[in-house]
């Protein structure tokens, strides 16, 4: 079944607003990726946060994590109509590194 | 660019042609991995090769057959396919043995079976 949840499918925004979103999963992690996917593109990875790590930044990111909750966001601040892509969280399975299970995404569309 | 290429980027194909896809990464790392993305679905996994060595097959057709013949090549072969699997092809690498596992994607092969 699959691991990440991504929440909502789809988001419009103006530029300048803040854009979250939410990510699900199911089972214990080692740790919890985002990345970006442009349109027909390869995905570039974002940010990474280790299950032991409740909030992290990265310019105007920031992710947290709950792993109680089993659950993570992104929030990206000040949104520039350059951050329209899809944004996938991808979790990495304890005991299994090399398995990184992707979710279904959130389209985001940054309007000027 | 993220060091991993992709060839071709868009494939259109028969039902009864035989073609490859190419993946090349230029990171030194030991693992690859082959990825198809369908509208509205998650990332399926297909492959994995780490030092060469394929270390995980996910229930994919045989109709679909990898090679890695480095651990800087991947390779994937195709032969028979079905409409359905139209999709786009992603191939990705990273350095395991570390206690995390960024991935690094090409940008994909875009293949419409006819």
């Known amino acids: 079944s699959q691991q990440g949840e991504e929440d909502p499918q789809a988001l419009s925004i103006q530029e300048g607003e803040n854009a979250t979103m939410n990510c699900s999963y199911k089972?214990?992690?080692?740790?919890l990726q985002w990345y970006r996917q442009n349109s027909g593109r390869g995905l570039v990875h974002l940010i990474l946060?280790?299950?032991?790590?409740r909030e992290k930044h990265s310019g105007r990111l920031r992710v947290t994590l709950d792993t109680s909750k089993k659950s993570s966001s992104l929030l990206i601040t000040a949104s520039r109509a350059a951050d329209t892509a899809s944004y996938f969280c991808?979790?990495?399975?304890?005991?299994?590194?090399?398995?990184?299970?992707f979710g279904i995404g959130t389209k985001l569309q940054v309007i000027p | 660019e993220t060091g991993v290429t992709q060839t071709p980027r868009h494939l259109v194909m028969g039902m009864t042609n035989k073609k490859s896809l190419k993946c090349e990464q230029h990171l030194g790392h030991n693992a690859m991995y082959w990825y198809k993305q369908s509208a509205k679905k998650p990332l399926e996994l297909m492959f994995v090769y780490n030092f060469k060595e394929q270390t995980e097959n996910n229930s994919v057709p045989s109709r679909f057959s990898p090679e890695c013949p480095n651990s800087s090549h991947l390779f994937l072969h195709l032969h028979t396919l079905q409409p359905e699997d139209s999709a786009l092809y992603l191939c990705?690498?990273?350095?395991?043995?570390?206690?995390?596992?960024?991935?690094?994607f090409g940008p994909g092969t875009r293949l419409t079976v006819l």
């Open positions: 946060i280790r299950s032991n790590e």
């Open positions: 990705a690498s990273s350095q395991t043995g570390g206690t995390y596992n960024e991935q690094f």
């Open positions: 991808a979790t990495d399975a304890s005991g299994g590194y090399q398995k990184v299970t």
């Open positions: 089972t214990s992690i080692n740790n």
